[in-house]
């Protein structure tokens, strides 16, 4: 009998994480919906049939929340666009897998929402920890595009001279622009006109020889004229 105490003692934590993860989930979805501002203990008490009590015992406060989802969703967010991309070259085809990851991403939470612009715009001018939370995951994605930009600066496929940072920004403006476009203008083309905006940059920034081996979608880069 008392060999089996440690078994109990082991389970209970596991479970305990479990529950936690599962309260987790539904928080996430609904902050897609209604944002992290409108997250409650009650409301996700609701939501997964669990009682104030139960749920507050597993967070300790709104706020540890809030941050936990908030780790979540980079946790996804690293799992569907950033590792994956790292399977591709160094250079363009990771930058490229990047881009795309994230734009197929960004298409999948049109009707959702994503939690790091919901969440910029809740907490731009709230200091405190969930800021704190969003700005770091935000910071960490922006200098892994950064770092992919380099890399491919050092393979000699963008010019030496281009601005790393700018470019960078400028990718990550078209993913902003892109939910704005989608989300709330309900604009039909905006998908389009984002792919074009990332190709402009490579027509701009990457070497002839770079381009060229990518084939024939570097072709097409080149060719196309910026929208006006």
């Excluded at 780790?71 to 666009?81: A, G, K, L, N, P």
């Excluded at 622009?177 to 074009?196: Q, T, V, W």
Aim: hydrophobic share 45%.
């Amino acid at each position: 009998m008392p060999a089996a105490a440690p078994r109990k003692a082991t389970r209970a934590p596991q479970k305990g994480q479990q529950t936690k993860a599962v309260i987790v989930d539904a928080a996430l979805n609904l902050a897609a919906q209604i944002g992290l501002e409108g997250l409650s203990i009650g409301a996700l008490a609701e939501v997964t049939g669990m009682s104030k009590s139960g749920v507050f015992a597993h967070f300790g406060s709104r706020e540890e929340l809030q941050i936990s989802v908030v780790r979540e969703y980079h946790t996804r967010f690293e799992q569907e666009v950033f590792y994956p991309a790292l399977q591709a070259p160094r250079g363009l085809p990771r930058l490229r897998a990047l881009f795309a990851n994230w734009m197929k991403r960004t298409s999948a939470e049109i009707d959702s929402g994503c939690i790091y612009i919901s969440g910029a715009v809740e907490f731009d001018d709230r200091p405190g920890p969930v800021r704190d939370a969003l700005a770091e995951s935000v910071n960490i994605w922006l200098a892994a595009m950064l770092r992919a930009v380099l890399q491919a600066q050092e393979e000699g496929q963008l010019h030496a001279e281009a601005d790393a940072k700018q470019i960078s920004f400028e990718i990550h403006a078209l993913i902003l622009a892109l939910h704005y476009e989608a989300r709330f203008l309900r604009s039909p083309d905006s998908l389009a006109r984002a792919n074009a905006g990332f190709d402009n940059i490579l027509a701009r920034c990457a070497t002839p020889e770079a381009l060229a081996a990518s084939g024939p979608a570097a072709a097409a880069t080149r060719r196309l004229k910026p929208v006006r």
